[in-house]
């Protein structure tokens, strides 16, 4: 049985919160964006950190059988994009996510609270 965009939403954010992602957030995009029911964002401390985090994300994930639809940026490991389908994960370096902001540029989308 597929799993639920909120359940996987949580499964992106537990394995986050499990390689010590910084400054978790969860959006939800139903009523802003056709792009995907949810944006998680978080950051690491270093491009290793990053990539562990991206690495936890796919295998839980997968695990739940979720198709992974692409992932962009392991290699630089400065932004990694995470297309899962429902929800797209973003896995910045402390520096770059200070620089992007998308949390601003989403800034209509609701925050999820207790993620």
Sequence with gaps: MPVSPNELMNLAV???EDK???????LDLKEVSLIADYFVICHGN???QVQAIATEVRKRAQEAGTEIRG?????SA??????????VVHIFHRDEREYYNIE?????????ENV
């Design 71 to 75: 992932i962009e940026g392991m290699n």
């Design 78 to 87: 400065r932004w990694v994009l995470m297309d899962l389908g429902d929800v």
């Design 104 to 112: 601003r540029l989403w800034s209509d989308a609701k925050v999820v």
């Design 46 to 48: 270093s491009d290793t």
């Design 20 to 26: 010590k992602a910084m400054n978790i957030v969860a």
């Design 14 to 16: 537990s394995a986050a």
